[in-house]
């Protein structure tokens, strides 16, 4: 008996190391920081690493949701390049959130406009669930994601949300992409959340910042985690009751993404920095370090690829011999 169970294990092992896994990404939120995932995508095209399945939080679900569409990297960084000269991202509140985190390096007059817009901002905030109107963050998800069925995805793709109501998180893998899409980036104070069959949806980060679980959940035998949200750092200065629940937020939601990537195969960590989330601005540069972090991480990601293809590109291709005269 023992030696039939040795037999079935090192079979599985053989079978593991000449077959390829099951790839699943699993893309967290973050934001503008999340544009680093258009750059993960280009890593994994340059080097011809198939993607079984895509499960995405917040902008991962935005981003993933072009991929699984069939879109690639650099025509989704030429739609976000138009986007970001479109009155659509110009006129938006994202522009004015954005200038609001940057008031401390305008000058007298800009910071009296911002001061202005501030306190508009906020009031509209006490008396509506969002500080942005749904038409207007819908009409920036209707500029990337097409007006689709998740079932009619190229590739397997589920977006996660956050039920306000129960308190868990939500997979999203059927009906209107959009919707979808929607629902799981909708930052809470900024966007409102989606109505859905009696729920109220709202970002998935709040329950699952990176959804490794999920992407394991839907039978992806390796997953890759993308996490694109800043490192979090000693602070010196905790003065006001907003500073302490503001500290006491990004430490709970540091430890638990913490969790979440201990369930990943391998983690990507592109260099992030500390962007606030409306900085879309930065997108070259982020593109660029997503890139760069899994270049710099290949080793991990390949060990998904069969034992020869995991080599296959360290060895130059044979070229034919020349013709033999007579």
């Not at 079935?8 to 053989?14: F, P, R, S, T």
Request: with cysteine.
């Amino acid at each position: 008996m023992h030696s039939l169970i040795h037999c079935l294990l090192v079979k599985a092992g053989e079978e593991m190391i000449w077959r390829r896994k099951r790839i699943g990404l699993a893309l967290g939120g973050g934001g503008a920081r999340g544009l680093a995932h258009i750059g993960v995508f280009r890593a994994f095209e340059t080097e011809s690493i198939p993607i079984d399945f895509i499960a995405g939080t917040s902008i991962g679900a935005l981003v993933g949701a072009c991929f699984a569409a069939g879109m690639k990297s650099r025509e989704l960084e030429e739609v976000l390049n138009r986007f970001l000269e479109s009155p659509t991202f110009q006129d938006s509140a994202l522009k004015s959130i954005k200038e609001m985190q940057a008031s401390k390096r305008l000058s007298l007059t800009q910071k009296i406009q911002a001061f202005f817009k501030n306190r508009i901002m906020l009031a509209q905030a006490m008396f509506r669930p969002g500080i942005l109107h749904a038409e207007d963050f819908q009409a920036m998800i209707d500029y990337f994601v097409p007006d689709i069925q998740i079932e009619e995805l190229l590739i397997p793709f589920v977006a996660v949300a956050t039920d306000l109501i129960s308190g868990y998180p939500v997979v999203l893998s059927r009906g209107p992409l959009r919707k979808a899409v929607m629902a799981s980036c909708a930052v809470p104070g900024a966007v409102p959340p989606v109505k859905d069959d009696g729920r109220l949806l709202s970002d998935g980060g709040i329950a699952s910042p990176v959804p490794t679980l999920v992407a394991r959940e839907q039978g992806a035998e390796f997953v890759v985690a993308v996490t694109v949200d800043s490192q979090i750092k000693a602070r010196d200065e905790i003065g006001s009751a907003m500073d302490v629940y503001v500290r006491a937020a990004e430490i709970m939601s540091f430890h638990v993404e913490q969790e979440k990537l201990r369930q990943a195969d391998a983690v990507i960590r592109p260099n992030v920095g500390d962007l606030h989330w409306t900085d879309f601005e930065q997108a070259t540069d982020l593109i660029r370090e997503g890139e760069r972090a899994v270049l710099e991480n290949l080793g991990d990601v390949k060990r998904a690829l069969p034992l020869w293809k995991r080599w296959s590109k360290s060895f130059p291709k044979r070229t034919a011999l020349p013709d033999v005269q007579d």
